[in-house]
């Protein structure tokens, strides 16, 4: 029949779906235990891709976050495990190539250790204020209604954005960083 079928799950790239198909116990899938896997220079995607299959567990591969990572999905990685469960295998062999994973609207979404740490940048934006004028604080409130409104700490969230004459100084995580450059 086609019920195994509908119950494997797929990795996907990019930004995590935010109405997933069917809902997922996501804790049950990942205490599955897992007796022992040994495998050796298999592509990072298509490890993730066996994971999934075998936990039908949704899983989502951040193309910013492998960048911050400095990898790529066919970077060829090597697992050898015994005796775990699939969230413990998946933590320590991601670990190992700076990655981790969090839940995200009912799937794993795989990235980068270091995109959740936030970070400070600056960013001159003098070039899209009207002449003559040298206040950044309208594109600051624009940055924060179009860029991950619920993120920043006038709302309770993590980022903070300081204007100081036309440069915003903008700290937040890596993935909100790349959203403001753009």
């Given at each position: 029949?086609?019920?195994?079928l509908e119950a494997m799950a797929?990795?996907?790239?990019?930004?995590?779906?935010?109405?997933?198909?069917?809902?997922?116990?996501?804790?049950?899938?990942?205490?599955?235990?897992?007796?022992?896997?040994?495998?050796?220079?298999?592509?990072?995607?298509?490890?993730?891709?066996?994971?999934?299959?075998?936990?039908?567990?949704?899983?989502?591969?951040?193309?910013?976050?492998?960048?911050?990572?400095?990898?790529?999905?066919?970077?060829?990685?090597?697992?050898?495990?015994?005796?775990?469960?699939?969230?413990?295998?998946?933590?320590?062999?991601?670990?190992?190539?700076?990655?981790?994973?969090?839940?995200?609207?009912?799937?794993?979404?795989?990235?980068?250790?270091?995109?959740?740490?936030?970070?400070?940048?600056?960013?001159?934006?003098?070039?899209?204020?009207?002449?003559?004028?040298?206040?950044?604080?309208?594109?600051?409130?624009?940055?924060?209604?179009?860029?991950?409104?619920n993120s920043w700490s006038s709302?309770?969230?993590?980022?903070?954005?300081?204007?100081?004459?036309?440069?915003?100084?903008?700290?937040?995580?890596?993935?909100?960083?790349?959203?403001?450059?753009?």
């Open positions: 029949g086609t019920d195994g797929a990795v996907r790239r990019g930004p995590v779906d935010r109405q997933p198909g069917h809902a997922h116990d996501i804790s049950a899938q990942l205490a599955i235990p897992i007796a022992s896997m040994e495998l050796s220079a298999i592509p990072l995607e298509g490890w993730l891709t066996l994971v999934s299959d075998l936990t039908a567990l949704p899983i989502t591969l951040d193309p910013n976050g492998l960048l911050v990572a400095g990898l790529a999905a066919d970077e060829p990685i090597t697992v050898s495990s015994g005796d775990t469960t699939s969230g413990e295998l998946l933590e320590r062999v991601l670990a190992k190539h700076r990655l981790h994973f969090v839940e995200k609207s009912g799937q794993l979404l795989v990235m980068s250790q270091e995109r959740e740490r936030p970070r400070t940048s600056n960013y001159d934006v003098k070039e899209l204020l009207p002449p003559g004028t040298a206040d950044a604080t309208p594109i600051a409130a624009w940055v924060r209604q179009l860029v991950e409104p709302q309770v969230g993590t980022g903070d954005i300081q204007v100081v004459g036309s440069t915003l100084e903008v700290t937040h995580r890596q993935g909100v960083q790349v959203q403001v450059l753009v």
